[in-house]
C-alpha cells in the first residue's frame, strides 16, 4: 500500500473501549504504525517546549456529543491535509467537527461502523467479546477520490485481521439501522426510518426521482433484515449503550434515533416509536423481553413511556 510519509503516525483520541480495539489492533500488524512513547523522567512543566507535530491521521473514538470539544485543543495541529476516522455511532458529530475549520482548510473525514463486541475489563483494558466487522469509507464522495494519506489509512485498517474491516462501494445512512434493538421493535423501527431515509434524500434532490436501486437500499424489508443480521451477530454482546446507561452516562442515541426524529418531524413524517426509544434510553429506563409488545402499542399512539 502506498505510504505518505516513511514513518506515518496513526493518533488515536479517546480512553473507551473503541480505541482499546483500535490501538491493539493495528499494533498487531506486521508493520504497525509509529509508536513513539515519551521516555523523558521530568514532568510536562519541566520539558523544553517544541511545536507539536501535525496530525495526519486521526482516529476519532469519542462520544459523538463530546466529539467537537474533543477535537477542539487539537485544531492548530489538523489541516486540509489531515485525515479524520469517525467511529461513532450515528450521524451528526460529523457536521459538529467541520463546524470547526474553515470552509478551504476542512480534513478528510472517513466514516466507520464497527459492530465488535468490546467491553472494559478496566481503565486501560477490554475484552473483544464478539468479533464481528468494520465497516470503513468517506463521509462524501468516491473512495476512488481519496488522497494518497486517507487512502494509506483505510488501507491500514483494512489490513488488520482483528478488525475485519470491508470498505463498502458507497457510504449510506443505513448505520442509523445498525444499533442493536429489540425484535418485535425491529419491523417498526425500519419502516419509520425508511421513510424518513427516503424522505431526506428526495428532498436532496428535489428536480430529481429517486434511483430504484437507492429506493431499494432503504426499503423497510432491506433496512429490516440488516438490523436483524445485526443483533444476531451480536446476541451475546452487551452494547456499548447499555453499558452507559447502566453506569449512568450519556448516550449516543441523540445522534442516532434522535436524528431520525428529527429529520421525521421536520418532514411530517411519524416517528413515535424512535422518539419512544430515545426517551427511554435517555432516562436510563429497561424493560423486559416480555414487555416489549405492550411497549410497542404505546410508542405507537405516542403515549411517552410505559
Not at 175 to 200: C, F, G, K, W
Not at 236 to 249: I, K, P, Y
Request: some cysteine; glycine content about 8%; proline content about 10%.
Amino acid at each position: 500500500m502506498p505510504s505518505p510519509s516513511p514513518t506515518p503516525h496513526i493518533h488515536i483520541l479517546g480512553l473507551g473501549n473503541l480505541a482499546k480495539l483500535f490501538a491493539h489492533s493495528l499494533s498487531l500488524l506486521p508493520t504497525p504504525p509509529t509508536h513513539a512513547p515519551n521516555p523523558s523522567p521530568l514532568p510536562p512543566s519541566l520539558l523544553p517546549h517544541h511545536p507539536r507535530p501535525a496530525i495526519t491521521h486521526l482516529i476519532l473514538t469519542t462520544k459523538s456529543p463530546s466529539s467537537a470539544a474533543a477535537v477542539a485543543p487539537l485544531l492548530p495541529r489538523l489541516s486540509a491535509d489531515s485525515t479524520i476516522l469517525f467511529t461513532q455511532n450515528g450521524i451528526g458529530a460529523v457536521e459538529e467537527v467541520s463546524s470547526l475549520f474553515p470552509a478551504d482548510a476542512q480534513p478528510t473525514y472517513l466514516s466507520a461502523i464497527v459492530t465488535h463486541g468490546v467491553f472494559s475489563t478496566g481503565q486501560f483494558s477490554a475484552t473483544h467479546a464478539g468479533v464481528a466487522d468494520l465497516k470503513i469509507g468517506p463521509v462524501s464522495g468516491r473512495t476512488s477520490e481519496l488522497s494518497t494519506s486517507a487512502r494509506w489509512l483505510v488501507d491500514t485498517i483494512l489490513s488488520s485481521e482483528a478488525l475485519a474491516a470491508t470498505e463498502p462501494s458507497s457510504a449510506s445512512p443505513t448505520a442509523l439501522s445498525s444499533p442493536p434493538s429489540l425484535t418485535p421493535l425491529r419491523t417498526a423501527l425500519a419502516s419509520e426510518t425508511s421513510l424518513v431515509i427516503l424522505s431526506h434524500l428526495s428532498a436532496l434532490h428535489p428536480d430529481s426521482p429517486l434511483p430504484p436501486s437507492k429506493a431499494e437500499r432503504f426499503s423497510v424489508a432491506r433496512l429490516a433484515a440488516m438490523v436483524e443480521g445485526v443483533c444476531e451477530a451480536t446476541r451475546g454482546n452487551r452494547s456499548s449503550m447499555l453499558q452507559d446507561v447502566e453506569a449512568g452516562r450519556g448516550t449516543e442515541v441523540g445522534y442516532i434515533n434522535g436524528w431520525i426524529v428529527g429529520r421525521g418531524e421536520e418532514m411530517g413524517v411519524g416517528v413515535g416509536v424512535n422518539a419512544g426509544v430515545m426517551g427511554m434510553v435517555e432516562r436510563g429506563e429497561v424493560v423486559k423481553i416480555e414487555e416489549v409488545g405492550r411497549l410497542l402499542e404505546r410508542m405507537r399512539e405516542g403515549v411517552e413511556g410505559r
